[in-house]
C-alpha cells in the first residue's frame, strides 16, 4: 500500500483555469515537500512545510499543510503552460529525511 | 541549477559492462542518496550515506556498488546489469539525514538504458 496517496493521477486543463491537487496518508509526517519535475530531468523543490495548518505561497502557487499533518494540498490559480509537469509531494516520517516517502505523483499538463 | 550535478546524463551499456554513474553536491551538505524512478513507479530509496557512512541499502542488489569518498561526492558504481534496470537515477542531497524539516534536494538524474 502506498503510504502517501496523490490525486488527481493525471489532470489536464486549459490554460488560465484553477486546479487543486491533493496529497493524503494516514500517517503523520513531521515535514512535507512539494516538488515539480520535467520529463527527462530530477525534481526541483517547490515548498517544504513543517507546521499543521500551514499555508505557503510561491508567486500562482498556494500550498497547505493539514493541521493533523496527515494531508496537504497545492492550488495553482491561473495555471500556464510552464506549470506542465509531474508534481510529486513527499513527507518526512518523524526525523529521518532519508525515509522520505514519494507519492505517484499528479501528472498536470496546460495546454494553451 | 540545484546544487547537485550528475553524470553522466544519459549512459547506454550492455548486460556485461561495468560503469559508474557520478553525483557532486556543491550545497555544503552531509547526506547523499541515490533513488531510483522507473516509469510508473513511484521514487524508490536505494542508498543513503551520511557524513561518508552508509546508513541505509534498500535491499538493493549488488550488482549496484555505492561509494561515498566524502560528503560532497557519491558514486553509484554497474556491474552486470539486467534490462529492468534501466531507469532515471536520482541523486540527492540534504543537511544531514536526521533533522526535523530535512529537505532533500535532487541532481538533474541519469538516464540509464540496459541493453
Known amino acids: 500500500t502506498q503510504l502517501l496517496e496523490q490525486s488527481p493521477q493525471f489532470l489536464s486543463i486549459q490554460e488560465g483555469e484553477n486546479l487543486t491537487v491533493y496529497c493524503n496518508s494516514s500517517?503523520?509526517?513531521?515535514?512535507l515537500q512539494w516538488y515539480r519535475q520535467e520529463p527527462g530531468e530530477g525534481p526541483v523543490l517547490l515548498v517544504t512545510v513543517v507546521t499543521g495548518g500551514e499555508v505557503k505561497k510561491l508567486k500562482r502557487l498556494t500550498f497547505q499543510f493539514g493541521d493533523a499533518r496527515k494531508d496537504s494540498s497545492l492550488h495553482i490559480t491561473a495555471a500556464q503552460p510552464g506549470d506542465t509537469g509531474l508534481y510529486l509531494c513527499a513527507g518526512a516520517l518523524n526525523t529521518n529525511a532519508g525515509k522520505s516517502t514519494f507519492g505517484d505523483g499528479t501528472t498536470l499538463t496546460v495546454k494553451p | 541549477e540545484t546544487g547537485v550535478t550528475q553524470t553522466p546524463r544519459h549512459l547506454v551499456m550492455g548486460m556485461t559492462n561495468k560503469k559508474s554513474l557520478k553525483c557532486e553536491q556543491h550545497l555544503g551538505h552531509n547526506a547523499m542518496y541515490w533513488y531510483k524512478q522507473s516509469a510508473k513507479k513511484p521514487l524508490e530509496l536505494m542508498f543513503v550515506?551520511?557524513?561518508?557512512?552508509?546508513?541505509e541499502n534498500n535491499s538493493v542488489p549488488s550488482r549496484f556498488s555505492p561509494e561515498c569518498p566524502n560528503s560532497s561526492h557519491l558514486f553509484l558504481h554497474l556491474h552486470t546489469l539486467q534490462p529492468e534496470d534501466s531507469a532515471l537515477y536520482l541523486c540527492?542531497?540534504?543537511?544531514?539525514?536526521?533533522?526535523?524539516?530535512?529537505?532533500?534536494?535532487f541532481g538533474e538524474g541519469s538516464w540509464l538504458t540496459v541493453v
Open positions: 550515506y551520511n557524513f561518508k557512512e552508509q546508513t
Open positions: 500517517s503523520v509526517f513531521s515535514s
Open positions: 540527492a542531497s540534504s543537511q544531514v539525514q536526521w533533522q526535523e524539516g530535512n529537505t532533500i534536494y
